[in-house]
């Protein structure tokens, strides 16, 4: 989400959707149905008083931070070993993004609940997908195997397979199957079966959380654990047979580009320039300091995001490759713009 998103206000703390940041409409939904004590904010050192400053009543002692950035393998396991460390072994959590938005929200809170059952009952790794109406690239399948439950309209499914990036012809048949789920987080289990789950997958990673929830210190303990994604182990988890995937039964919006942005804001009738002057164009996104005018001419589908020290033009069906300036801002040493 460069130029907006940088390393000091990453895009979750933005209000990229309206008045409010992702952030502030994800943790504001969760107290509809939980406590304050009930929910935690995993962090880093150099995000929390970002997250302290547009939340203030959540309780110092729920916040998780991370000593350094090591990706999400070693950040969920460090949730688990900060729960499990406090008393909380055997109750369920569920990892909540706060770039993604879940409408409508009860029916978010009807899979969280059935997701809880679950977590109690068996120790599988539990996550979430949705069912595409067509093939998308780039992303990672579950297949869904035999049914296990379904209740209140939320179906759960054994994973029969996993497939990480799959090639076009295998998602199109699975899709036309209707057997494929789009893999969208939403990881749920109990800390303890969790950290088992590692024991038995990532000693790497479970060594050092178990010294830290017997005492040891946790920047010590962290700088021993390798980077890497969770899928690192779920791969394995869900060849194994011991995984399940909820078909989520709300609409989920992944705020992960700025096609992303637009699509959700005029989908939702938000989107508004009041600045912008336009000749023979259509599609495109403006995103511009207040007051500025931006005009467009005999173009379409564009993306603009002016932030005043940066300026992104590209074609909304490349905004995903925004990452790719990202990299070469680090080569030339442009760190200003990070």
Known sequence: MWPASRQKMPKHFLPLIGEKSLFQVTYESLRNKF????????TNAGQVEIAKTQEREIPEKNFILEPEMKNHGPATGLVAAFLLKNGLGDEPFMLVQPDDLREPEEKFFEMMDACDDLARKCDKYITGGIKPDYAIMGIDYLVKGNKVESKNGV??????????????????????????????????????????????????????????????????????????PIEDVTQKVHAAGESLVVELPFSWFDIGTWESV??????????????????????????????????????????????????????????GRVGEVVDKLKEGAKTNLL
């Open 35 to 42: 406590s304050i004590e009930d929910i935690y904010v995993s």
């Open 155 to 228: 179906e759960v499914y054994e994973v029969a397979k996993f497939i990480w990036r799959g090639t076009k012809e295998m998602a199109e048949q699975l899709v036309s199957e209707g057997v494929a789920l789009t893999h969208s987080n939403h990881t749920c289990m109990t800390p303890n079966n969790f950290l088992k789950m590692y024991q038995k997958y990532q000693l790497e990673w479970y060594e050092p959380l178990m010294n830290y929830v017997n005492g040891a210190d946790l920047a010590t303990e962290y700088a021993k654990m390798p980077k890497g």
């Open 262 to 319: 637009d699509k959700y804001l005029k989908q939702k009738g938000l989107y508004e320039y009041k600045e912008e002057i336009n000749l023979e164009s259509e599609g495109s996104f403006i995103k511009a300091p207040q007051g500025k005018t931006v005009a467009l001419i005999g173009v379409k589908d564009l993306v603009v995001v002016d932030t005043g020290d940066a300026l992104l033009i590209c074609s909304k069906n490349q905004s």
